[in-house]
Every structure is written in structure tokens, then in C-alpha cells.
């Protein structure tokens, strides 16, 4: 009887796994991206409801009423405070030339 030679199995071909990664950094990419975007939402609450991204209007609608409801004795007041006078002018720009000179 001839003898015949043991021979081994054939190893399996190892599978390619070079573009594993990129699936798992956008995947990685996103959850981030999801955090951040639940966390600004929640810090700027305030105002996103302002600009009316986030909730009901109500809220501006209300701030605005107030704005309407103050006397008008008020608002002329608060736009007079506003209201620079030529001597206080002078004043200002002494003060910004001496700054500049230091």
C-alpha cells in the first residue's frame, strides 16, 4: 500500500477589514452630533424661544404687550436719557484722546 502524504486543510482567506473604521467614526460623528445639538436646545432655551424656534410665540407676544403697554411719559423719558449733548461729547472724545495718548 502506498503511503499517501497528510495534507493539510487550506487556511480560510482572511476577509479585508480595512474600511471597517469609517462606518464607526461617522456613527461616532453622529452621536456627537446629536449631543450637541440636544445640549444647545437646552442652554439656549431662552433664546430660541425668542427668535420662535423652540415653543409658542406666547411668550414673545407677551414681552411685546408690555413693551406697548408702558406710558408714553415712560418711553420719552428712557429716549431722552439716550440723548448725548454737544458738551458731554466734548467730554467724551477728551477722555478717548487722553487714552490714546498713554
Do not use: Y
Not at 10 to 38: D, E, N, S
Amino acid at each position: 500500500m502506498a503511503r499517501q502524504k497528510k495534507t493539510r486543510p487550506a487556511a480560510p482567506k482572511r476577509k479585508k477589514r480595512r474600511w471597517l473604521w469609517i462606518p464607526k467614526l461617522m456613527l461616532l460623528m453622529a452621536c456627537v452630533g446629536l449631543v450637541l445639538f440636544i445640549g444647545a436646545i437646552f442652554m439656549m432655551e431662552e433664546e430660541l424661544r425668542r427668535v420662535g424656534l423652540f415653543g409658542s410665540e406666547e411668550g414673545t407676544a407677551t414681552a411685546d404687550s408690555q413693551v406697548i403697554a408702558q406710558p408714553a411719559s415712560e418711553k420719552s423719558h428712557a429716549a431722552s436719557v439716550e440723548e448725548v449733548t454737544p458738551e458731554e461729547r466734548r467730554e467724551l472724545e477728551a477722555i478717548l484722546q487722553q487714552g490714546k495718548e498713554r
